[in-house]
């Protein structure tokens, strides 16, 4: 990946004014998250984009990421209830997501359900495995590790919260 594919840094700024206008919304006060984590999906602008591109839809409710990753990156892991902002390629705010459910198990662990509620290419577990091998492959080899088959992913499913236009009806 060149450095022009690379995502940009999240608007921190914006994401905080997002962040504002949730908890501002919400009856009872807000979430327990003073700051939620900012992040984005994928290693490139292109796939920042196309991913939360399909939250946006309604199309991805799911997610996988690395356990390692989140050691990496000295972050803690997603837990049940918490809630995150995901940016598109340019760093852009687009969505506040609510961790619903979380499993931790082995890549070939994903079953067809999730694979579906993930929502890429053509939804099926074997694209779903053919997919992320090759991404979380080429994510530990950009830090110069090389990927294990022992490696544990984190299973995380979503809704989506805000902005009101986007968000999943409750229930």
Same mark, same amino acid.
């Given at each position: ?5 690379? @995502? #940009? ?7 905080? &004014? ?12 807000? @979430? @327990?998250?003073?700051?939620?984590? !900012? ?7 292109? $796939?920042?984009?196309?991913? !939360?591109? $399909?939250?946006l839809?309604?199309?991805? +409710?799911?997610?996988?990421?690395? =356990?390692?990753?989140? #050691? ?21 705010? +687009? ?6 459910? $979380? +499993? ?5 662990? *994903?079953?067809? #359900? ?11 577990? &074997?694209?779903?495995?053919?997919g ?9 080899? &950009? ?9 544990? !992913? =984190? ?5 989506? *919260?805000?902005?009101p236009? !986007? #968000?999943?009806?409750?229930?």
């Amino acid at each position: 990946m060149s450095t022009d594919d690379a @995502p #940009a840094a999240p608007r921190r700024e914006e994401a905080a &004014a997002m962040w504002r206008e949730y908890t501002a919304s919400r009856p009872g006060g807000g @979430p @327990p998250e003073d700051e939620p984590p !900012v992040e984005r999906f994928g290693d490139s602008r292109a $796939l920042a984009d196309e991913l !939360v591109g $399909l939250v946006l839809t309604g199309t991805k +409710r799911a997610t996988a990421a690395l =356990v390692a990753d989140f #050691a990496y990156e000295g972050v803690p892991l997603p837990r049940i209830g918490g809630h995150w902002i995901a940016c598109d390629g340019e760093g852009r705010p +687009r969505v506040v997501l609510r961790s619903t459910e $979380l +499993r931790i198990g082995r890549l070939d662990s *994903v079953d067809d #359900a999730f694979a579906w509620d993930e929502g890429e290419d053509d939804r099926t577990r &074997a694209s779903w495995l053919e997919g992320h091998l090759r991404y979380f492959t080429r994510t530990q080899q &950009a830090r110069g590790q090389t990927w294990d088959d022992a490696l544990e !992913v =984190v299973f995380e499913r979503f809704r989506v *919260v805000w902005p009101p236009e !986007v #968000a999943d009806r409750a229930g």
